[in-house]
């Protein structure tokens, strides 16, 4: 069964650094999101992506945040200056185009931000 | 906006036994899909069940199954026969269907019942 690959599983930075997190989404699927759930909350929607822009976000991503689909395949999350508030599992998620299919989310890259 | 509320933060149930988990939400759409997944210890996201709001009978998935019930905007989820593998968080979610518009696509989450199975 296709698959949501997200890398690096776990990533310790030190606050003020930059990460990416890594994402390739399923190849015949065309819309792509992020997601984040704080250790014990709920998942909260950051962002999702369509023909090579931003087509929703919350509030929580501001201007520390961006995603890029460079190449066709993969699909990055970038935070800039982490806070210790970032702390959190980001999931990555894609979805065909049309009908209610659920997501198929990535195993998660669990961020720890010290 | 939409809103979604488990109300439950904990359930058990013993093993064989069914178990109820409880949503409801709030949406002015008409057309909309409700789902629910189940996050392990792994803290993988894995979808259990889906129900599109404009059919009118319970989705049902081997030992799970749904009471949708859209006037009450209610959305349970029933675990028959219920495993040892069935203990993790349970999350509702809500998605709407207009395509195109500001919120196509985005899942809305509740906050979660964590489901105990005692053998």
């Known amino acids: 069964e296709p698959e949501v690959t997200q890398t690096p599983s776990h990533q310790v930075t030190q606050m003020g650094q930059e990460v990416i997190l890594r994402c390739v989404p399923i190849s015949n699927h065309l819309y792509f999101y992020w997601y984040r759930q704080i250790l014990g909350q709920k998942v909260e929607f950051l962002v999702s992506f369509y023909n090579n822009e931003i087509s929703e976000k919350s509030e929580i991503f501001d201007d520390q945040f961006s995603v890029e689909r460079p190449d066709g395949s993969n699909f990055t999350l970038k935070i800039r200056s982490t806070k210790l508030e970032d702390s959190a599992m980001y999931f990555c998620?894609?979805?065909?185009?049309?009908?209610?299919?659920?997501?198929?989310f990535g195993s998660g890259t669990r961020l720890t931000v010290v | 906006a939409q809103t979604v509320t488990q109300s439950q933060p904990e359930m058990s149930v013993q093993e064989a036994e069914t178990v109820t988990l409880s949503c409801t939400y709030d949406t002015s759409e008409s057309d909309y899909y409700l789902f629910w997944y189940k996050q392990p210890p792994s803290r993988q996201m894995i979808l259990v069940i889906r129900q599109e709001a404009y059919k009118q009978q319970n989705a049902t998935e081997n030992r799970f199954s749904v009471n949708f019930q859209k006037a009450a905007k209610s959305f349970s989820l029933k675990i028959s026969d219920s495993q040892l593998g069935d203990a993790a968080m349970y999350f509702c979610?809500?998605?709407?269907?207009?395509?195109?518009?500001?919120?196509?696509?985005?899942?809305?989450f509740g906050q979660g019942t964590i489901l105990t199975v005692h053998p």
């Open positions: 998620a894609s979805s065909p185009i049309s009908g209610g299919y659920g997501y198929t």
């Open positions: 979610a809500y998605r709407s269907a207009k395509a195109g518009g500001t919120s196509y696509g985005k899942l809305t």
